[in-house]
């Protein structure tokens, strides 16, 4: 039966116009809740879809299944799963560390050492953040936000400073900025209120 879906897919796929084609899989109840939605969003044809997929690239060449990447602007590192769990320890099958001459394959232990050394660059980093934007003082806001408001906000910001830059190159006669005007008059990488606010008017 597979098969033939199989073939009554391929020819169908063959028949339409819109490059689309059918894939069909069998998941597992258990973990359908899961896969299906992450699915669903990597096959978007969409701008969240291209940067899923984007994101997608490394783990898609690497062999093993990655349980973390860490990446640089020369320098990339990979911890490869799966885990393995002894007597409560949980260790990484093995890792690689690709950088400028370099090409390094890792054993478990030391997939371990540098996958803990990371996470600490990475918590020490984090938290200088946190300090010298003094991220204390403001109330805690929930991890989720308005897509549709957020995303048009950041939108406007990031016109507004493109606008800057290159009224700085070409100076005020050379360009001339349009709907992200609104946000000019504010401090630098601010919005303006109705930004603030989500308007549409950016």
């Known amino acids: 039966m597979p098969i033939f879906r199989k073939a009554v897919d391929r020819l169908a796929d063959f028949m339409r116009r819109d490059r689309k084609i059918t894939y069909r899989a069998f998941i597992d109840a258990r973990v359908a809740p899961y896969v299906t939605p992450l699915l669903d969003r990597i096959v ?4 969240d879809g291209d940067t899923l997929r984007n994101s997608l690239i490394p783990w898609r060449r690497s062999q093993r299944p990655p349980i973390a990447i860490y990446r640089g602007d020369v320098s990339t ?3 490869d799963g799966p ?3 002894v ?3 949980w260790l990484p099958l093995g890792g690689l560390i690709l950088t400028s001459g370099v090409t390094a394959h890792l054993n ?7 996958h803990e050394r990371m996470q600490q660059a ?3 980093t984090v938290l200088a953040w946190v300090r010298e934007h003094d991220l204390y003082a403001p ?3 929930p991890e989720e936000i308005d897509r549709k408001a957020a995303d048009l906000a950041a939108k406007a910001m990031i016109a507004a400073w493109i606008c800057r830059q290159r009224e700085a190159t070409s100076g005020p006669e050379g360009i001339a900025c349009e709907a992200s005007d609104c946000c000019l008059g504010e401090p630098s990488g601010a919005l303006c209120e109705a930004c603030r606010k989500g308007s549409d008017h950016a």
């Open 87 to 89: 007597d409560r320890h």
């Open 122 to 124: 990475i918590e020490k």
């Open 44 to 47: 978007a044809d969409d701008e």
């Open 83 to 85: 885990w393995q769990v």
């Open 108 to 114: 478990p232990f030391e997939a371990r050492a540098l």
């Open 139 to 141: 109330r805690n806001v």
């Open 77 to 79: 590192c990979r911890i």
